[in-house]
């Protein structure tokens, strides 16, 4: 079945780093992304991997991929108050040509 | 242009009326969507057009009436709402129905719709 899950919150100090993690089902998926909501807004995609990939790379952020055992997560690197937000995770729900999103984690930030 | 914009920003209806949602998009998509998103919730796909015809709708009751008047336009007429369809209504757009990772979904800020 479709399912993403997803811690609900995450804090972390200004300047540390935030790891935001998500495990998923469709061992097909091609694609797994990671959207930003920010409160009264749409959603932003801020980077995906192909499934072939065990890392990305993008400036503060990185991605890792085990698809052994269908896990993903995104680390933003040097957390600044600017990255308090909701953050989903979202598989490529191939049998379906559809993305399914998991239940977002909410990222706050301390000074 | 990199923007989808949703009128109105805010909506407040009752169970009777009939009301209209609304989405453009001038990126030249050919593929643009409707999400349900209730509070601390995930987005839910509702429908997808694809070149103008409606390619997906995930079982959506039939008082949500989607509509794809032109390439740049979306809408969803509403009748006869529960107040359980209370929500942010999300609309999407992108190149093509594809779900290739680089063909990203571009968001609008959706439209917080309120049944009473």
């Known amino acids: 079945g479709e399912d993403v899950e997803q811690s609900l919150f995450l804090s972390v100090r200004e300047g540390d780093s935030s790891v935001i993690n998500c495990t998923y089902t469709d061992s097909s998926s091609t694609y797994l992304y990671w959207y930003k909501q920010e409160p009264g807004a749409g959603l932003q995609l801020l980077t995906y991997i192909f499934s072939n990939m065990d890392m990305k790379q993008d400036q503060r952020l990185t991605v890792l991929l085990n698809k052994k055992d269908k896990h993903l997560s995104l680390r933003i690197a040097d957390t600044q108050t600017g990255d308090s937000a909701i953050y989903f995770c979202a598989e490529m729900y191939s049998s379906a040509s559809k993305i399914i999103f998991g239940s977002g984690t909410r990222l706050s930030i301390r000074p | 242009d990199t923007e989808v914009t949703q009128t109105p920003k805010h909506l407040v209806m009752g169970m009777t009326n009939k009301k209209s949602l609304k989405c453009e998009q001038h990126?030249?998509?050919?593929?643009m969507y409707w999400y349900k998103q209730k509070a601390k919730k995930p987005p839910e796909l509702m429908f997808v057009y694809s070149y103008e015809k409606l390619s997906i709708n995930e079982s959506v009751p039939s008082r949500f009436s989607p509509e794809c008047p032109n390439s740049s336009l979306l809408n969803l007429h509403l009748h006869a709402l529960q107040p359980e369809d209370s929500a942010l209504y999300l609309c999407a757009s992108s190149q093509d129905q594809g779900l290739a990772g680089d063909n990203e979904q571009f968001f609008g800020p959706g439209t917080r719709l309120t049944v009473l």
């Open positions: 990126m030249g998509h050919r593929a």
